[in-house]
């Protein structure tokens, strides 16, 4: 067989509007308009604090939904404290800030991910998705229309293992062992080529370019003829 793993977010899809700053600044704009705080302002008390802004570091004990969202708000409430919220209200608004990340009204395919998904099917490949990403990807994949196209999804909020940790492609390939060509497919240098050099699986770095990366497509519509 032949497999292709594929990140997800900013590969195949993305979050209209922008994803984790652009729905903690959705929530605060809506629940505080009165706060002139700025997205970039947000941002600079969110560099820390993610699961995969720590990959070396392994998260099996947050296995389920609620508990991977619960270890998130604290990184939320700050964000909020640090532009001038009092922490009653940063709290009540950090519990606001999952709903709003996961309103399938703001999700999008890139508009040649459909069409190039069924061209790698029709040409024999298995897709599977390895991503970095919330407990909720495969609700947000069977929103998109995806359902069905993936033999499976690794998802690190639910393995515990955030993409380039090895034990993230390990899983993945584990279930395939009788893959006989396999790619991975990411628009992250660091997580998604690096990560698969260390696995001894080529890559194809999408949308991103890098000057380091050796396979580059700025659209998914090209990756058919490079496989």
Known sequence: MKLLLWDFDETLGYRHGGAWMASLYEVLRREAPECPATMDELE????AG?????PEVPHPHL??????WAA????????YLGVGLEARRAQAMARLVRPTYLDLAHWRLYADAVP???ALAGAGWTHVILSNH?????????????????ARIFNS????????????????????PDATARWMIGDSYRADVLGA????????????????????????????GML
């Open 50 to 54: 993610f699961p995969w802004h720590t």
């Open 116 to 118: 190039t998904l069924r």
């Open 72 to 79: 998130l708000e604290p990184v939320f409430v700050d964000a």
């Open 63 to 68: 296995n389920s939904a609620n508990a991977w």
């Open 197 to 224: 050099a260390a696995a001894g699986i080529p890559s194809v770095l999408v949308h991103k370019p890098h000057p380091d990366a050796s396979c580059y497509a700025a659209t998914l519509a090209e990756i058919p």
């Open 44 to 47: 600079t008390f969110t560099r």
């Open 157 to 176: 909020a639910l393995t515990g293992y955030e993409k380039p940790h090895p034990e993230a492609y390990r899983i993945a390939l584990r279930a395939f």
């Open 134 to 150: 919330v407990p909720e990807l495969a609700t947000l994949v069977d929103g998109l229309g995806l359902s069905g196209v993936f």
